[in-house]
């Protein structure tokens, strides 16, 4: 069995699941003279084969389409429909629908947008080819090729045709009608831009040491002391200016030898006058 398995994986025999499955369009097929592929392309198992027919690579060529997208076209084509108004469209179930602001389309657009809720518009102002000349075409060369280029407002005969649509990270690449292989060219619509906020740069500050922690008892004194506001204190009363005093020198009783002598005499004599005072006060009585 795992001999069986290892022989299909070398001849590409089984398909890996989700990579490079074919992608098949149900679309009328258009066989006439005006077909780039004759019959067009269903089916992308066929399209490096449909590409090698006369003129294919030339007409491809000229839109941007090389032999490297058709060889991937399995793993990168998702199912769409190009409108004779000139856009590209794409299932909204592919899971590639661009983010688009829609006041940016025409008014036109804008409806078209919402009257197809299961679409999504991935391009406008599409150009498409043929081989043949119609009005409103431009004559084109490329190698030995001549081909013609017109919108599709110009060719389309009806509304929509079903096509093959490129997306390349998220935005339309290219198209290729399906009932034609037709190659399409087309603007593709402009996605929303998302604003990113721009960072704030935090300047580096200088750290502060902690602040210490107080009681609740002195947290309470200090509050209260903060909203209590003290009287302003009365002015003190002029004191009364002092009467001037003549200084007095105290005089020390020097208790030297002289002085005794001294302080004796002049007893002795208050001492005489005195007596006779007295003896006077008692003759006069």
Do not use: E
């Not at 003279?33 to 590409?51: E, Q, R, W």
């Not at 941007?64 to 769409?80: C, F, H, P, R």
């Not at 919402?114 to 043949?132: H, I, Y």
């Amino acid at each position: 069995m795992k001999r069986l398995i290892f022989i299909a994986l070398l001849f590409g025999v089984v398909a890996l699941p989700g990579r490079g499955l074919a992608l098949s369009i149900d679309s009328p097929q258009d066989c006439d003279a005006n077909a780039v592929i004759n019959c067009g392309l269903t089916n992308t198992a066929n399209a490096m084969s449909a590409y090698q027919g006369s003129g294919v690579a030339d007409i491809y060529s000229s839109f941007g389409i090389t032999s490297q997208d058709i060889n991937n076209l399995s793993g990168s084509a998702v199912d769409g429909v190009v409108t004779s108004n000139n856009n590209v469209w794409i299932h909204r179930s592919s899971g590639l629908c661009p983010d688009v602001d829609t006041s940016t389309l025409s008014s036109h657009d804008q409806q078209a947008v919402r009257d197809n809720p299961n679409l999504c518009l991935v391009a406008t102002n599409a150009m498409t080819a043929g081989r043949q000349f119609m009005p409103g075409s431009t004559k084109v060369s490329n190698g030995s090729t001549t081909f013609y280029s017109r919108p599709p407002s110009v060719s389309f005969q009806s509304n929509s045709l079903p096509a093959f649509v490129v997306m390349n990270d998220g935005k339309f690449s290219f198209a290729i009608i399906a009932s034609c292989g037709n190659p399409v060219k087309a603007t593709p619509v402009t996605p929303v831009t998302k604003k990113v906020k721009a960072a704030t740069t935090v300047r580096p500050t200088a750290t502060q040491p902690p602040a210490p922690v107080q009681s609740q008892t002195q947290t309470q004194s200090q509050s209260q002391t903060v909203n209590v506001t003290q009287p302003a204190a009365p002015a003190p009363a002029a004191a009364p200016a002092a009467t001037a005093t003549p200084a007095t020198t105290a005089v020390l009783p020097n208790t030297g030898p002289g002085d005794a002598l001294g302080l004796g005499g002049i007893s002795a004599v208050l001492g005489t006058v005195g007596h006779l005072a007295y003896t006077r006060r008692r003759a006069a009585n």
